[in-house]
């Protein structure tokens, strides 16, 4: 079955090249830290964020088990900051998967006031011709509340400045994920 993350990997592997500053938004369990790792390449920069304790040291152990680049910085703290930790314009990809730490507490899952400020500055951090991408799962906990307040937002952004692609998992049933791509034209 192909996955909502499969789906983001490949826009992934065709935006970051060598050298490049990536962001995952929302660290979990590492996957997709240890991908960006790879893409950026040791010129390259990689920050991932999560507000779990657990998620830094599953994420720790992958990269190291896999012998990821040295080219991270995984950082204890919601990703609402992340224009605390790189300058705007910078940023070539940036990617999210809402929810909760696959394994962990599911009383402990990405908010959506916290989720719409991080999309607000990721959209700022982008350099031109950057990629956001959003994984909304949608169904449980708090996943409808993110989905109601992300994507009106991300409707109201000006066309002229960016290209927001809402893809959907059309014949599946109870509430898929929802892919989004954002490009930054300016």
């Known amino acids: ?9 490949h826009f992934m592997e ?8 990536c962001i995952d938004a929302t660290m979990g369990n590492g996957h997709d830290t240890e991908l960006l790792c790879r893409l950026a390449g040791e010129r390259g920069r ?8 657990q998620a830094l040291l ?12 040295d080219n991270y910085r ?6 609402s900051h992340m224009e605390q930790y790189v300058d705007a314009g910078t940023v070539s990809c940036i990617t999210f998967n809402l929810g909760y730490l ?43 509340e993110e989905q109601d307040r992300l994507l009106p937002f991300l409707k109201t952004l000006d066309s ?9 998992y059309y014949n599946r ?4 994920p929802i892919p989004i791509l954002v490009r930054k034209l300016s």
């Not at 079955?1 to 990997?9: F, N, V």
């Not at 991932?48 to 304790?53: G, H, K, L």
């Not at 995984?74 to 990703?79: A, G, K, P, V, W």
């Open 14 to 21: 065709l935006q970051v090249q060598p050298g490049d500053c």
């Open 160 to 168: 002229r400045d960016y290209l927001v692609i809402l893809s959907s």
């Open 102 to 144: 696959p394994g962990g507490d599911h009383a402990l899952a990405t908010r959506a006031d916290s989720s719409l400020a991080a999309v607000r500055q990721g959209l700022s951090l982008l350099k031109k011709d950057g990629l956001l991408l959003l994984c909304i799962y949608s169904g449980k906990d708090t996943g409808f």
């Open 46 to 53: 990689v920050l991932a964020f999560d507000i779990q304790p």
């Open 1 to 9: 079955m192909y996955q909502i993350t499969d789906w983001c990997r």
């Open 74 to 79: 995984l950082i204890l703290d919601s990703h």
């Open 173 to 176: 049933p109870n509430h898929p």
């Open 58 to 69: 599953n994420t720790q152990k992958r990269l190291s088990e896999a012998g990821a680049p």
